[in-house]
């Protein structure tokens, strides 16, 4: 079993749409957890960081429930600009290594 | 805003030789990972770093694999006789430990030929 699974799309929606990503993880011994967004052939860069309270950054919602072992990523009024690869992450390990989900890749259309 | 730094940004080499990826943490930041991306698979984690040791490594670690930081600033993965498989992006990502959330350099293409 993928000890982060994401539906890997593609969602392509049109600009302004809401969208929402989801992830499980397996690992219930997982410390943090963490969107990432990756463009084509570049390194992943850090959205938010995801917590059981839900946190919020402008358009982008991150949501984690502990129980269910699920993440969530809302992302509203989406941009042409949000178009990427979006990466559901967890940290294991004494060194807090990063386990990476495969990604969903976002199309946003004009 | 500070980087984390990865040279070369491309590195083509053949079958059986040593490679050398370099990469500068951002300065105030204790705990160096390297990370690689086989093209169109997920990231992988190689290897942590954290007070001039290794903290863990990954089955993908094996013996080829080394790391070191040789100057208090540069952090480095060498690889000692390299495969045909050791082709992709090798990424390095480094965090200060608050929150562990990890920043990631723009990474090396690595093509093993």
């Known amino acids: 079993r993928k000890e982060v699974e994401q539906d890997p799309g593609p969602f392509n929606v049109p600009e302004g749409a809401t969208v929402a990503f989801n992830c499980t993880y397996s690992?219930?011994?997982?410390?943090?957890f963490f969107w990432y967004r990756q463009d084509c052939r570049k390194e992943p860069k850090l959205l938010m960081s995801v917590y059981s309270s839900g946190n919020e950054d402008g358009r982008f919602t991150a949501q984690l429930n502990r129980a269910s072992q699920y993440i969530s990523l809302l992302i509203r009024d989406s941009k042409l600009s949000d178009s990427a690869t979006y990466l559901c992450?967890?940290?294991?390990?004494?060194?807090?290594?990063?386990?990476f989900g495969s990604g969903t890749q976002l199309t946003v259309l004009p | 805003e500070p980087e984390v730094t990865q040279t070369p940004s491309h590195q083509v080499t053949q079958m059986g030789q040593e490679v050398i990826l370099r990469c500068v943490p951002i300065?105030?930041?204790?705990?160096f990972y390297w990370y690689r991306q086989i093209l169109g698979q997920k990231v992988e984690f190689l290897v942590s770093f954290y007070n001039n040791e290794i903290s863990e490594k990954s089955e993908i670690f094996d013996d080829q694999f080394s790391v070191e930081r040789p100057d208090g600033s540069n952090f480095t993965l060498k690889i000692r006789s390299t495969k045909l498989e050791d082709s992709a992006m090798y990424f390095c990502?480094?965090?200060?430990?608050?929150?562990?959330?990890?920043?990631f350099g723009p990474g090396t293409r690595l093509t093993v030929t």
């Open positions: 990502a480094t965090t200060s430990g608050r929150n562990y959330e990890q920043y």
């Open positions: 300065s105030n930041h204790l705990y």
């Open positions: 992450v967890g940290t294991s390990g004494s060194a807090r290594q990063l386990t």
């Open positions: 690992n219930s011994a997982s410390q943090s």
